[in-house]
């Protein structure tokens, strides 16, 4: 039985478009000049509002493409629009994840307007980043992301970035600390470059990459700490929360509940789970897409037969996940999306992407609890290092 929803998250797609050609991207559609249409928006949040799901906190995250290629005043449009359809119990957060390059004072006053969260992908230093994130040209795009946080800095926005961590810069954690000092990030979080979609990362199929990885986080979180400058740390700051809470309190994965996460493409298609579901291709599930929001209530949706053959096989691989995995209190099941690339089974379980994004962060926290020895009852050390190699 599928249970009842909780929606957390909408993910809206105002563009499949991108105006760069990063080289480990996964996204097919990254051409299509698509843009939802206000009448989508409209339908997307009266389907979200009416349906009784949402939870008081609703994070609304415009990713998929470049958001920034669309410009300022049709995100003043769409927040007034959704304005006028919230109910009032519902308190609603905007976000955007950009690669930076279209920053300008007009978006930052939006921005602070609107208290968007925002998080910029950098990959560190020009020639770790200019390596892999290029213009459609093929020229490097870091003197433009740089300009763009250097806007974001300059109008008080604040603001996280992404980076992605590939084979040139994993071993050398130091110089991303170096990097992120002087330009001023104090809020950051990896992703591993990793197999997605119609992308194979080269660095899943080397041996030895989860230690590499724990090597370079622990390594950077000593530096961090030592230097007292970073305020965040993904994986460390939003996985302590996970490992050292009461019993009581379950741990909760959007992923692999439906719609933990509603998934909404820019002509109004639906999909749940993992949002990098929306826009793949899959014979078995109907390209992920459950329903169409002007055409389908969210309850239609959650009865779809796509819906049901997903649940009925993420399901499975949680379960497998609980049997077999000791992170499971930490995790909760992992991400389909991974499972499906990686094992090519959604009711799979354990996946590097597993490994590096929950198990590697947990047993530094961990060796880090047991030489602290903090209990319930008294203060984490947020920024506690691990112990030196």
Not at 26 to 42: E, G, K
Not at 333 to 339: C, D, H, L, M, Y
Request: hydrophobic share 40%; with cysteine; aromatic share 8%.
């Amino acid at each position: 039985m599928i249970p009842t929803p909780r929606i957390d998250t909408l993910v809206l797609q105002p563009t499949p478009f991108c105006n760069i050609a990063c080289t480990y991207c996964y996204l097919p559609n990254r051409s299509d000049r698509a843009v939802m249409a206000p009448d989508t928006i409209r339908a997307a949040f009266r389907r979200v509002f009416e349906s009784g799901w949402c939870e008081p906190e609703l994070t609304v995250i415009w990713h998929a493409g470049e958001p920034l290629v669309l410009p300022v005043d049709y995100y003043r449009v769409a927040f007034a629009l959704i304005e006028e359809l919230r109910p009032p119990p519902i308190r609603l957060r905007h976000a955007v994840q950009t690669n930076g390059m279209l920053v300008t004072p007009g978006w930052c006053a939006l921005f602070r307007e609107h208290d968007v969260g925002v998080g910029v992908s950098i990959d560190g230093p020009r020639p770790l980043h200019d390596r892999y994130r290029k213009t459609r040209n093929g020229a490097g795009t870091f003197d433009r992301t740089m300009q763009g946080i250097r806007l974001l800095r300059e109008h008080g926005v604040d603001f996280h970035v992404i980076t992605v961590l590939t084979a040139d810069s994993l071993d050398d954690p130091e110089s991303l600390l170096d990097f992120y000092t002087e330009a001023g990030i104090d809020q950051i979080c990896f992703n591993v470059e990793e197999s997605e979609g119609d992308h194979t990362s080269g660095l899943f199929a080397q041996a030895g990459l989860r230690q590499r990885f724990a090597d370079f986080l622990g390594r950077f979180w000593r530096g961090a700490r030592a230097r007292g400058d970073i305020r965040f740390i993904r994986e460390i700051d939003s996985m302590l929360p996970r490992i050292v809470r009461p019993d009581e309190a379950p741990i909760r994965n959007e992923q692999v509940v439906p719609f933990g996460m509603v998934n909404v493409a820019a002509n109004g298609d639906v999909s749940s789970f993992s949002p990098e579901l929306l826009g793949l291709r899959h014979a078995d599930y109907a390209d992920f897409i459950v329903g169409n929001v002007h055409t389908h209530s969210l309850a239609q949706m959650l009865e779809s037969d796509v819906m049901r053959q997903l649940w009925r096989d993420i399901a499975a691989g949680v379960a497998r996940c609980q049997k077999g995995c000791e992170y499971f209190s930490v995790c909760g099941g992992g991400a389909p999306v991974n499972k499906l690339s990686e094992n090519g089974r959604l009711d799979s379980d354990r996946t590097r992407f597993c490994e590096l994004t929950q198990m590697v962060p947990t047993d530094l926290i961990l060796d880090a609890l047991e030489r602290f020895g903090p209990t319930l009852d008294q203060p984490i050390p947020q920024h506690a290092a691990p112990p030196s190699p």
